[in-house]
């Protein structure tokens, strides 16, 4: 069982959703990147999404879009990331870290280096939003070879039959993105994603996170009612780009904590 599997399943067995905070690697800076995952952890994380830098990130927002830029002329590049990551395991074992990124530093590597590399420093799945399925049948296998599971996002404009196809190749959970656009967008549309996932459900029995305008303990709430995993990223890397120094852990770990918090409410109350 992947680690991955392996908190899905203590969570579901606790009546707990997954909270899934995404943050890039290397900003503000490269010494403040596996102290900032710890304190992730302490605040109630489930699973880490790292973000791995990109000079043209087009699913992001400005927000995720300027933390790139400043990791890349902080130097990080997908051998750093490894290397945090690899860092970050010295001291946890057990929180499962996802990379989310872009095909290009996958294919400089290569995809059987890529993946004996990324499972060689803990890594335990991967997201690259620009490749299809349908189009990746190499690299998924080199990621399954690893121990890696496949991450892959849907879609409100998701049509039917593609759900079906995209979640035979997935594995660990599915990402679901809640609204039509970058991230960061902030017009969340519940009703949406409430009517939506029961159809992806019923193609694959993975756990299914939501991100993608989730914002605060509200929203993260909301979402924690219809979905296994909530993830928030452009609203902590907003923390990050506010204030770029040590001083941004402590604040991404109370807002952090609160949504846990919030996300545990939730989970009393389906109880109840």
Do not use: C
Not at 58 to 82: C, F, W, Y
Not at 167 to 174: C, D, H
């Amino acid at each position: 069982m992947s680690r991955i599997q392996s908190v899905f399943t203590e969570l579901a067995a606790q009546g707990k959703k997954a909270l899934i905070p995404f943050v890039t690697a290397g900003d503000p800076s490269p010494a403040l990147t596996v102290p900032l995952m710890h304190r992730l952890v302490d605040a109630g994380a489930s699973i880490i999404e790292l973000g791995v830098p990109f000079s043209d990130p087009m699913a992001d927002g400005p927000v995720i879009q300027k933390a790139s830029e400043r990791a890349l002329a902080n130097g990080v590049g997908m051998r750093e990331v490894l290397g945090f990551v690899r860092e970050f395991r010295k001291t946890n074992n057990h929180t499962p870290v996802v990379l989310m990124g872009y095909l290009n530093p996958v294919e400089r590597m290569g995809y059987s280096a890529f993946a004996a590399a990324a499972a060689d420093a803990g890594v335990d799945g991967v997201l690259t939003v620009d490749a299809p399925p349908e189009e990746g049948e190499a690299l998924w296998t080199a990621f399954k070879q690893a121990g890696l599971d496949p991450i892959f996002l849907l879609a409100p404009t998701t049509p039917q039959e593609r759900v079906e196809n995209v979640t035979r190749y997935a594995s660990g959970f599915i990402y679901y993105v809640s609204l039509k656009g970058v991230t960061g967008a902030k017009h969340l549309d519940l009703s949406g994603v409430a009517s939506k996932l029961p159809e992806i459900r019923q193609k694959s029995g993975l756990p299914v996170g939501v991100g993608f305008g989730i914002r605060d303990a509200e929203t993260a709430a909301a979402v924690g009612r219809i979905a296994d995993a909530v993830v928030i990223g452009s609203r902590i890397v907003q923390e990050i780009e506010a204030n770029p120094t040590e001083g941004a852990i402590e604040s991404i770990y109370q807002l952090l904590h609160g949504i846990r918090q919030a996300l545990d409410a939730v989970s009393n109350e389906e109880k109840a």
